[in-house]
């Protein structure tokens, strides 16, 4: 009974009887369907980052039922790449507030390492006074939505909770480490690498959605 007073807490046994289930349930215990904040154009963001600089940004943009996948990206691995790519990162995050579309990312990795990079560049997310508030107005931390309605039978990793909601995650589904060594190899020459990041990161923003 998760009312017992010998437990420290009901999330006890409701993680329990997540985990016998296999499956995710509700702190709520109810039937009616869960208020996810949302508007009609969507956009899932994740980054990937090397030596905590930024090289890639994804966007993964869903409207009327259709989902395009748009990167920004910089391969050279120096400074000055990665202010290019912030500042064109920074436009795209002030032209999807300017339409009202809802920003997903999965924790605040994202709003962390944009609010560094934004401080160590100098630049601004174009209309709005600070990182912190642009995501405060615009995004919505998934992973933190999901802790706060629902018990998973083992962590809130996206590779976890995506394949309880559906998701066929890869087999082969690297993790971020994985990016990072296909990036070494690519700073040292080997160009075919550039594919690999993409589809990574593409796969990511899928499963979050």
Not at 113 to 118: E, K, N, T
Not at 139 to 160: E, F, H, I, M, Q
Not at 187 to 209: F, I, K, V
Request: charged share 25%; aromatic share 8%.
């Amino acid at each position: 009974d998760p009312s017992d007073e010998r437990l420290p807490g009901p999330s006890v046994v409701l993680q329990a009887r997540a985990r016998t289930a296999g499956r995710l349930l509700r702190f709520d215990d109810a039937t009616t369907p869960l208020d996810v904040p949302t508007s009609r154009t969507e956009a899932d963001f994740d980054i990937e980052t090397y030596n905590g600089r930024i090289y890639l940004a994804g966007f993964l943009v869903s409207s009327n039922g259709t989902s395009v996948y748009e990167p920004i990206v910089d391969w050279s691995g120096e400074l000055s790449g990665e202010r290019v790519l912030v500042e064109a990162m920074f436009a795209k995050l002030a032209e999807l507030a300017d339409d009202g579309t809802t920003v997903q990312h999965w924790t605040d990795y994202e709003r962390r390492a944009l609010r560094s990079a934004g401080e160590l560049h100098g630049l601004a997310i174009p209309g709005s006074p600070s990182i912190d508030a642009w995501f405060d107005d615009h995004a919505v931390d998934l992973c933190s939505w999901t802790r706060k309605n629902l018990v998973s039978p083992n962590g809130y990793s996206l590779k976890v909770i995506a394949p309880l909601c559906g998701f066929e995650c890869r087999d082969d589904d690297p993790g971020g480490r994985q990016s990072e060594i296909w990036f070494e190899q690519l700073l040292a020459g080997d160009r075919s690498m550039r594919s690999l990041p993409l589809e990574y990161n593409e796969h990511d923003l899928a499963a979050q959605r």
